[in-house]
């Protein structure tokens, strides 16, 4: 990602500063549209899980109910890791 944006800035003649500037605003868009997608999709892993709850109970919906769950937690953990690194960059900018 970082590579196609530096190329297409340098490719265009851009000083340092503006090619700078411009991987930047491209990170930034990356970063809003990745934990944009991963909100995106816990809240529809929520909704499924809760639909595969509200079934009758038998083998298939526990199962399904299980997998949902699984997939609920690896989102969550994605996004705390995201905002886990975001709160360290901003420490490591700003300090304490």
């Given at each position: 990602?970082i590579e196609?944006?530096w190329?297409?800035r340098?490719g265009?003649?851009?000083s340092?500063?503006e ?7 491209s ?25 595969w709850r509200r ?7 526990v ?6 769950s699984?997939?609920?937690?690896r ?8 905002w886990r690194q975001r709160?360290?960059v901003?420490w ?5």
């Open positions: 990602m196609e944006a190329e297409l340098d265009a003649g851009c340092l500063g090619s700078l500037r411009g991987v930047a605003a990170l930034k868009d990356w970063s809003v549209s990745v934990l944009g997608d991963l909100e995106k999709s816990l809240k529809k892993a929520k909704k499924d899980m809760e639909r079934e009758p109970i038998s083998d298939e919906s199962r399904r109910e299980a997998a949902w699984y997939k609920v937690d989102l969550e953990e994605q996004i705390d890791l995201y709160a360290h901003n490591l900018q700003f300090g304490d």
